[in-house]
């Protein structure tokens, strides 16, 4: 028998001052699970754990958690404990006051023996033990946000929703804060939903990632199974580190001619392609694509148009006739600014979209990874 999800929304709607920002989504995060919500400014994430908590009035849809209805429930009812990228921190009291202030709540009231040692357990995980007796006004940035999510953590809801928590910290703490979100994840089973425009931070944090835009849910699943089979070019935008590369491509005769490129790549290699009223993009990940010297045999030409080093290795953008991409290269590819070189693209590699839509319309194939 399978249990209910942690959290079910349900076709959510909801406009601000006849602005659309939730437009019919769907979402289910299971129990003890991390799923991310990965996605650009404006795409949704805020309203969507907002919705969750119960801090705004939805047009429409249903809310779903921990196995009841809560879509007209107040949010004290909810039992969740919600993280925004502000401190929210209340200046006059201390920090271990700060951490400690839901738990001398009416709602959750304990003991101050109780209280004591939750505060110090969380004080422990998130490293700010030696912060409980500091004003918050004399803290940094990163120990305010630390406190702010011991101030969430030592609750124990429900579940956690964390609304972009670390965007406002340097690269460091990001990285430490993230590994100590994880190691809470796995010490309590806690279930977190965690917003987030930050690729890098998405994966190394969930167990699952759900790309959102426009206020609509794009694509979930673990990120494997995005990479295997990405739904649209707006999923292949967003995933990656780079992200996915782009041609203009057309379908002839069984094959697939990428704009101002040599190569003819077999129709078979891409699965069953449904018809598409337009052109076709075809969308390949950069480690797939192979770079080589200028004029290499059977590649197609580019250009590179700049060089990102990062020490043991090197970012570069290559332009094309039918489109430009990023792809990090060894040290050992000497490759300079303004340089030609060459490009290939395996047959069985990459994915195609429809040019209007963005959806795919290959349906099954290797894919390339």
Not at 242 to 256: H, K, L, N
């Amino acid at each position: 028998m399978t249990a209910d999800p942690m959290l079910q929304l349900q076709g959510l709607r909801k406009s601000y001052g006849g602005k659309t920002a939730l437009r019919g989504l769907d979402l289910t995060v299971n129990v003890n699970e991390i799923f991310a919500l990965l996605g650009p400014t404006g795409a949704g994430k805020s309203s969507t754990l907002l919705a969750s908590a119960g801090l705004v009035d939805l047009d429409a849809g249903r809310v779903r958690l921990a196995g009841r209805d809560v879509t007209d429930a107040d949010p004290g009812s909810r039992d969740v404990a919600i993280v925004f990228e502000g401190f929210n921190l209340l200046p006059v009291l201390d920090v271990k006051d700060n951490i400690a202030f839901a738990l001398r709540s009416p709602a959750f009231r304990e003991t101050e023996d109780e209280i004591k040692l939750r505060v110090g357990r969380t004080a422990e995980l998130l490293r700010i033990s030696h912060l409980l007796d500091r004003d918050v006004d004399t803290l940094s940035g990163g120990e305010r946000q630390r406190v702010a999510i011991a101030r969430a953590l030592v609750r124990r809801p429900v579940m956690f929703l964390l609304d972009e928590p670390l965007s406002a910290l340097d690269l460091k703490l990001r990285e430490g804060l993230r590994a100590e979100l994880r190691q809470i994840h796995r010490q309590y089973s806690s279930t977190m939903l965690y917003a987030t425009h930050d690729y890098h931070g998405a994966i190394s944090i969930a167990d699952r990632v759900g790309i959102i835009d426009g206020g609509v849910m794009q694509q979930a699943g673990t990120i494997d199974e995005i990479y295997r089979l990405p739904a649209s070019v707006l999923v292949g935008k967003l995933i990656g580190s780079p992200s996915m590369a782009f041609f203009q491509a057309t379908v002839e005769g069984g094959q697939v001619v990428v704009k101002g490129a040599e190569q003819r790549l077999p129709i078979e290699g891409f699965g069953t392609v449904t018809s598409s009223p337009g052109g076709v993009l075809l969308g390949v990940w950069p480690e797939d694509i192979e770079v080589g010297p200028a004029e290499s045999v059977g590649a197609s030409t580019g250009k590179i148009y700049a060089v990102d080093n990062r020490g043991f290795e090197r970012a570069i953008q290559v332009e094309t006739t039918g489109g430009s991409f990023r792809k990090v290269v060894p040290l050992s590819m000497p490759f300079m600014q303004g340089d030609a070189c060459s490009f290939r693209i395996p047959e069985g590699a990459g994915f195609l979209f429809d040019a209007e839509s963005g959806k795919r319309v290959s349906q099954a194939g290797e894919g390339g990874r």
